[in-house]
Nanobody, 123 residues
Framework: QVDLVESGGGLVQAGGSLKLSCAAS????????IGWFRQAPGKEREGVSC????????YYADSVKGRFTISRDNAKNTVYLQIHSLKPEDTAVYYC????????????????WGQGTQVTVSS
């Protein structure tokens, strides 16, 4: 059974940092791409970052470039999203997701999702 569990969210002040984790089970993370998405109240879901398995290449949405860093620890079967210089507009529920494929295309909607972790940034 594929399972993704996010953690690390919380309430932080603008300018602060958080490190989100996505712990995977039921499959070996090494072989598959993982994406991070977020959804703010009243807004559409947004893909913010993803990391492929084939060559470890990464993608970042323009809104988070330079502030978000995605990484993976295959030994722990976990993907991380390090967030710096948080802004109030980063407030959202953050989800990790996978299609169990080596690459996750930009704009793709993965099949498997975690339950999400809330990030709230106060001004």
């Amino acid at each position: 059974q594929v399972d993704l569990v996010e953690s690390g969210g919380g309430l932080v002040q603008a300018g602060g940092s958080l490190k989100l984790s996505c712990a995977a089970s039921g499959f070996t993370l090494d072989y598959y791409a993982i994406g991070w998405f977020r959804q703010a109240p009243g807004k559409e879901r947004e893909g913010v970052s993803c990391i492929s398995s084939s060559d470890g290449s990464t993608y970042y949405a323009d809104s988070v470039k330079g502030r978000f860093t995605i990484s993976r620890d295959n030994a722990k079967n976990t993907v991380y999203l390090q967030i710096h210089s948080l802004k109030p507009e980063d407030t959202a529920v953050y989800y990790c997701a996978t299609d169990l494929k080596p690459i996750l295309g930009v704009g793709a909607i993965p099949y498997y999702w975690g339950q999400g972790t809330q990030v709230t940034v106060s001004s």
